[in-house]
């Protein structure tokens, strides 16, 4: 079997932060959403996580169309 090409690699490890990056969107932001409820903290804090997690899966959606800009590019 032959060995992935360094491109393969790079692609793979893009994928692999990508994926990091929306779990631990998700896995912070889910729980902060009940605790600031818990704690009633101010909406106006609430909006500016929301919109740290919004920048967070936005970032991961440019990456995504980058690895699949690069995928094209190979083929």
Known sequence: MT????????????????????LGTFALWLPMQGIAYWLDLPTRLMGLLDLVALAALGWALFMLLR???L???ED
């Open 3 to 22: 060995e992935p090409s360094p491109s393969d690699v790079s692609i793979a490890r893009m994928q692999r932060n990508i994926a990091l990056v929306i």
């Open 67 to 69: 690895v699949r800009r």
């Open 71 to 73: 995928r094209r590019k």
